[in-house]
C-alpha cells in the first residue's frame, strides 16, 4: 500500500504533466485521510483552476487559508480567482500578498515614500513598473483615472514602452524602470499593479475607469512599413502570433501554424507575422508544406515594439494566442481575435466576447487545458470573413 506522501508525490506528478483531472482523485483521496493537511487543498485547487473550474477551485484554497492563515501562495491564488469572479474589494486585499510568494519574480521598489491612496491629497506619485510588458499594459490602461486624481504622475515603464505611452499620454511623465529617481520629487508611490484597487470596484467600474487608445504608432515607422510590405488599397491585413514563449505553459497557449491556414481563404487577406521569439522559425516549413505565405518584416518583434506597433497599426485584424502582442494590440485599439488557453483574470471579464478592459479584443477560450483548438479556430475565421463581408 502506497504512503500519503507517495500518493501526494504521483499527484504533483500528474499535475506537473498537465493530467489535471487524473491527479485530482489522488488528492481527494489525502483529503479524506487528512483533512487537516494544507498542501493537499492547495494541490487540488490548482487542478480545478487549471481547468477552469473557478467554483471548485476557490473553497480549496479558502480551506487552505483556514488551516494556514498567512500561506502567502494561497492568499495570492485567492486574490486572483476571487478577481476572476469580480469579486474586487477581496481580490485586489489578497493580490497584494503577491511579493511574499515564491514564484512571483518581478522586483519591488525600496522606497520610503508611503503608498498613494485615492482621495489622501497626494500631489505627485511615482508608479513603478512591475511584471512583464503584458501586465504593464494592462494596468497602463488606468493611469488616466489615476491622473484625475493626482497633479503629477510619473510612471517608470519598461523602456520599450515608453515612447508609445508618452505620445498618447502627454499630460503623464514616463521614464525608464531602471531610472534613478529622486524620492524627493513625490510625495507617494504604488506599484502598476495596484493602481487598479483604486478604482475598480465592481464590473461596472472597468468600463469607467480604463482608457482606450493609450498607445500611438511612431508615423515615420507607419510609412516605412508601408512601403516594405507593398500594402495595395484592397488588402486585408491580418497579423498573426501563434506561440507564448512563457516557460512551462508556452506550449499550452500556442498552437500550430498550420492550424491557422484557412485564414489564407479570407478574400484579399495578407498574412503577416507578428511573432516574436523562436516559432519565426516554424514559417519556412509551413511555407513549404502549404505554398501560403506569410510576410515579415524588418521589424525585431521582441526588443523593437515600435515596430510591431506600427506593424499592427496597418492590421485590418490581429490573430493572436495570448501574449504580450495582445496587450499591445488591445492598448492600440486593433480589433484582436485571442486565442484564449489561459486562467488569467482579466479575460473572464467581457461582454459576450469583447473584452471589458479592451473594447476591441475578441476572446475565444478553450474548454479546459489541452483542449484542441479546432473550434476557437473555425469561429474566428467565420466572424473575420463576416467583419470582411
Known amino acids: ?35 487537516l493537511l494544507a498542501g493537499a487543498y492547495v494541490q487540488r485547487g ?40 469580480g469579486n474586487f474589494e477581496r481580490g485586489w486585499m489578497h493580490y497584494e500578498n503577491r511579493w511574499d510568494t515564491d514564484t512571483f519574480q518581478s522586483p519591488r521598489l ?40 493626482t497633479e503629477k504622475v510619473t510612471v517608470m515603464i519598461d523602456i520599450r514602452l515608453m515612447n508609445l505611452f508618452q505620445r498618447a499620454n502627454p499630460d503623464i511623465k514616463f521614464i525608464r524602470h531602471d531610472s534613478r529617481v529622486n524620492n524627493a520629487e513625490y510625495d507617494s508611490q ?18 469607467k475607469h480604463r482608457s482606450v487608445g493609450y498607445v500611438y504608432p511612431d508615423r ?15 488588402d486585408f491585413v491580418i497579423g498573426i502570433s501563434w506561440a507564448s514563449t512563457a516557460p512551462r505553459i508556452g506550449e499550452h497557449k500556442s498552437v500550430k501554424l498550420e492550424e491557422l491556414v484557412g485564414l489564407w481563404d479570407i478574400p484579399n487577406a495578407k498574412i503577416v507575422s507578428l ?17 501560403k505565405i506569410v510576410r515579415q518584416t524588418t521589424v525585431g518583434n521582441f526588443f523593437d515594439l515600435e515596430g510591431v506597433v506600427a506593424a499592427m497599426s496597418l492590421c485590418n485584424a490581429v490573430v493572436s494566442v495570448s501574449n504580450a502582442n495582445v496587450h499591445l494590440a488591445g492598448a492600440l485599439g486593433v480589433p484582436t481575435y485571442v486565442l484564449d488557453a489561459n486562467k488569467l483574470w482579466y479575460w473572464n471579464h467581457k461582454e459576450g466576447r469583447t473584452s471589458l478592459f479592451y473594447p476591441t479584443v475578441n476572446l475565444y477560450p478553450r474548454d479546459y487545458l489541452n483542449a484542441p483548438w479546432d473550434a476557437q479556430i473555425a469561429e474566428i475565421i467565420k466572424d473575420i470573413k463576416e467583419r470582411r463581408a
Open 46 to 85: 490548482r487542478c480545478h483552476w487549471e481547468m477552469r473550474r473557478w467554483d471548485l477551485a476557490k473553497p480549496d484554497f479558502e480551506n487552505c487559508l483556514m488551516l494556514d492563515p498567512e500561506n502567502p501562495d494561497a492568499k495570492w491564488t485567492t486574490g486572483l480567482i476571487e478577481l476572476q469572479l
Open 190 to 207: 504604488i506599484p502598476i499593479g495596484s493602481v487598479g484597487k483604486h478604482f475598480i470596484n465592481d464590473v461596472a467600474d472597468i468600463k
Open 220 to 234: 515615420s515607422r507607419l510609412d516605412h512599413l508601408t512601403h516594405e510590405l507593398a500594402l495595395q488599397p484592397d
Open 110 to 149: 525600496k522606497t520610503r515614500l508611503p503608498s498613494w491612496e485615492k482621495g489622501k491629497g497626494y500631489k505627485s506619485v511615482l508608479v513603478w513598473c512591475e511584471q512583464g510588458v503584458g501586465d504593464q499594459l494592462l494596468y497602463g490602461s488606468m493611469l488616466g483615472a489615476l491622473k484625475k486624481e
Open 275 to 291: 511573432q516574436y521569439g523562436k516559432p519565426d522559425h516554424d514559417i519556412e516549413p509551413f511555407e513549404e508544406k502549404t505554398g
Open 1 to 35: 500500500m502506497k504512503s500519503l506522501n507517495d500518493i501526494y508525490q504521483d499527484g504533483l506528478k500528474l499535475l506537473e504533466q498537465d493530467k489535471c483531472d487524473e491527479a485530482i482523485p489522488r488528492f481527494d483521496d489525502i483529503i479524506k485521510l487528512r483533512p
